[in-house]
């Protein structure tokens, strides 16, 4: 039979989690200020730490690490993103327009947080087993989760163009994968603002390139992917 101690004690369980869900919200939302002012490059633990008014030891008891913090803190981005995402895609009945809507709201977004552009790739140069090490099976599915729910919007316009015949794709997840990735490295090319080229054989030279111009080429390699025949 249960005694008396066990509600109390429950009770007692119930509010540490609650402090330490508490807690975890406050790192994060440290990181992520941190992200957004300095970048990610220059976002130390210490920095964090103090943000948050605790000591980095502190900061290692709710997160295994970095790369850990780091992919938390990429979610509180990709939860925006997947809202972004799901508002252009409810702008627009038709499946091009659509494609082109959703394309368009994530250079948008990505131009608008430039740290999320660099919390993104940085965990991509990661190997599936390097992660796997390094983040702990919690954080990593709320990061498969917080991506997925972003390629799923843009899965399922692919999926409705091929019905309605719009689009040809064989697979529209493989696409929606690519697309994600490939748009991470124009965005920072967006950034950058500089394309390089041959002026003559061996002799290199430099252009420049706009946001604009980066988006209306990942928009028109979008719907030619998604159009082109099978």
Sequence with gaps: MPTQEQPVVDGRRSAAA???????KEILAATRSLFDERGVRDAQ?????????????IVYRH?????ELFALTLVTYLDELRDALSAAAASEDDARQRLEAIVGAFVDYGLAHPAF?????????RSGPELLEEISEGALFRLGRGISSCLATLSSALEDGVASGDFTVADPTLLANTLY????????????????????????TVGSISPDQVKDYLVASALALAARPG
Aim: a positive charge; glycine letters at 10%.
């Design 18 to 24: 609650t402090r330490r869900r508490a807690r975890e």
């Design 45 to 57: 633990i210490e920095d964090i730490a103090r943000a948050v008014g605790i000591n980095r030891a």
């Design 181 to 204: 990735a490939s748009g991470l490295g124009a965005l920072q090319l967006a950034r950058v603002g500089i394309l390089v080229k041959e002026a003559a054989p061996g002799i290199p």
């Design 63 to 67: 997160f295994t690490g970095k790369e």
């Design 117 to 125: 552009t660099d919390c993104a790739q940085a965990l991509m140069r």
